[in-house]
């Protein structure tokens, strides 16, 4: 059996790093493939961890992120060995799979890669049109509390791609530099063992991304259920705007980052703003897109010279025309559309407000007082035992899941 075909051996599986890009349909399959844990299972493929955001905290890891001291979520130490050793006890298949791992340095993809000693190690990288890449990847950032306006920010982008500066290089290109990401993730591995699964253009059938990733990690496309998964939809420029506003409003330290990834990000962004029906979008002008449209063709060259296993169509990396109309600029948004978008959210917050059970009431500065002197108290003794702060990271996610299930019925 070849390992194309998801191949390994009692005691040495096969183990697929798949570490991004970025925007590049990471979210959907990862929906896909905790929604049909069990199917994938019965074909021989673990999924280590007991959920995705075990993939996340692995990232954190690896990649030695420093964590806010009021992060509920528990110590990222330790999490990286903790999913490599899990994978490397799968009878056959393990796979791994977070967009940020992109952004690993060479000595973190290195130690990575030593980490899963014994195994069979594949790495696929996923990559999108550079054109439609960069609208994407920009609504992205203004979810992550990115303040600056997209002429600005593709600007920026295009000033910095061949930029003569130390490491780290920016963060776009620290993720969407493909054939450098590539590069970092590569050495020691024969090239037939790094896949690149191209996104298929707009108008393809829905399922093909997931076939083709399939085909990587040796499953049966047609045994997932994808009725369930999300993608990680991209926000319309009147939505973008509303939270990059709101992102120049509440600063860099008026929240902590885990505070505004719960209620900012995923209650407002993803639950709220992004299934809106589509607005106008943000778009190149003439000069971006054939400096956009170069780019892509510099990567595909590159891509046929590599021996890489290239899953899918180069010519998907090179994208479609743009079209003439339809999308637009941050000054063209109607400040009516801008207005709707935040009506929306706003309504959402109370929403949530109103429904939550432990909302502090009249008299309740006490019980506040103490619970936050337990959480510290908890947050310290997690730190010292591992199994408590596991057991307290599955409490608070299982509480998040609750409170927002309730919130959508």
Sequence with gaps: MTSR???GRPGHPVVYLHIGEPKSGTTFLQEVMWGNRTALAGQGVLLPGVAAQDHFRADQDLREVPQAPDDPSGSYHGEWNLLARQALRADRVAV???ELLSSATAEQAARARASLVGAEVHVVLTVRDFVSLLPAEWQETVKHRNTITWPRWVGRVMRTENADRPTPKPWFWRVHDTLAVLRRWSPGLPPSQVHVVTVPPPGSPPNLLWERFASVI???PGSADLSSARPNTSLGLAEAELLR???VELGRDSVPAWFYTVHVKERIAHDVLA???PSLRPRLNPRQERWARARAEKVVAGLQESGYDIVGSLDDLLGPPAPPRGLSAPDEVPPEAV???A???LAAAVRYEYGRPD?????????VAASAGFKRALRDLSSRHPSIGRLRVLAWRLSERSRARWQRR
Excluded: K, Q
Excluded at 359 to 367: C, E, I, K, L, V
């Design 5 to 7: 075909e998801g191949g």
């Design 96 to 98: 791994i799979s977070h």
């Design 218 to 220: 040796g499953v049966d």
């Design 245 to 247: 506003r709101l992102n």
């Design 275 to 277: 299934p809106r029906p």
């Design 339 to 341: 207005l709707d978008a």
């Design 343 to 345: 009506v929306a959210a």
């Design 359 to 367: 909302r502090a009431r009249t008299g309740s500065a006490p019980r």
